[in-house]
């Protein structure tokens, strides 16, 4: 299940950049299809004698964007003509267009949503739970606080065109996580000491994961270097009159076949590849069209993560909210688990000093649940993909629990000194 959601996951991302070196390569669809498996790229898609055998329908675990990309480059090779998959990428640039315009709309509605899983609904249902049991508020704060999360990454999968993604870093750079654990190993040592302090467990991520996020903000930039790159490499290619290897300025063409190339970037260069090998007569029409194609997508990269900007911004507003409420709620809770309530109403209990102090360390898991809930969300609408939200956790992280912090600190005003 896992391998089949992978593949069609790996589809959807490289349907586009596949499209695009179908419309831009001077070989014919399948034949620069074997010539990418060759050049050890797209090694899971079908080989094309298979492809060729293969019925429509055979092309199962592929996604929907990826099977039409292939069927048209079938029906391009079969008809001997390119006009076909010169109108595929104009409908798919034209759906990528409307899909960015919704895009904006659909994530902010998706915030708000959010939102309300994360603050508005834990809040309201469990200021009644408190009072009849508070073991079922916990878990009413966790299954909200694992929804948004799983909101976080619905904004990745469901909205965000995954040809504009930026792919995940290397699973060898969570390396970068060993201090969360150190951290929260002190916090611990130092609590049973009698030195400890609120929501470790929160405090040890925000913390120990700032080297996390450091380095996945270094890989994000290298991309987004690759995409820049790779649009001045076409541009280059296009002012060429004959050779296009030295308008390009490298010395060995396979640093176009590089690792570092990815998504519409990696088919940019690819296709420089196969243009510089194959060009022939129609080298300049189709660095033209290459040209073109790379810009509008790229351009619609940039466009998008300006217009989510501010949704880091919308996070930690959200963060800073949130964990306040909760820090207000806890020192009500103490203020009534005195006499203040006389003797209570039928069906309504007033919890104890040591209920309050269990529902309080639960409230960690439920901060980090949340945190990373708000940080896969805004992943997802900056980068289009969740597995990033290092990049945010730390902040959103931290505000969280200094935000609990201050809630502590301003309750015993707005309680009257009650506290």
Known sequence: MLSKLKTWIRSETDAVPLALMFVTAPLMPLTTLRELRRLRKYRYLPDPEELLSKRPEGLEGFSDKMKRVLRTALLAQRTGSRRVFEQEMEELLARTATELELADYNVTQLYQLGSLFTSVIPVTVVSVLIFTSLASATSVLLGCAAITLVLGVTIAFGIYPRELAVPAPPLKSLIAAFPIPIIYLILYILGGRGVGVENPLLLSVATGSALLSLVHWMWVKRVSSAYREARELVRRAGTASYNVYAALGIENPEYLLDDKWTGIAGAAAASLYML?????????????????????????????????????????LEASVVSVMYAILVACLYFMSGDVMG?????????????????????????????????????????????????????????????????????????????
């Open 276 to 316: 510089c090998l194959y060009g022939g007569e129609k080298l300049a029409d189709s660095l033209q069209r290459l040209e073109a194609y790379v810009g509008e997508y790229l351009d619609a990269f940039v466009r998008l993560r300006e217009k989510t900007r501010t949704m880091m911004f919308y996070a930690l």
């Open 343 to 419: 003797g209570g109403l039928e069906g309504f209990e007033v919890p104890t000093h040591q209920m309050i102090e269990e529902f309080a360390r639960t409230l960690d898991p439920v901060l980090l649940l949340n945190a990373l809930g708000l940080a896969a969300t805004t992943a997802a609408s900056r980068e289009g993909n969740p597995a990033l939200l290092t990049l945010y956790l730390p902040m959103i992280a931290a505000t969280m629990w200094a935000g609990y912090k201050l809630g502590l600190v301003m309750a015993p005003q707005l309680l009257g000194g009650g506290v």
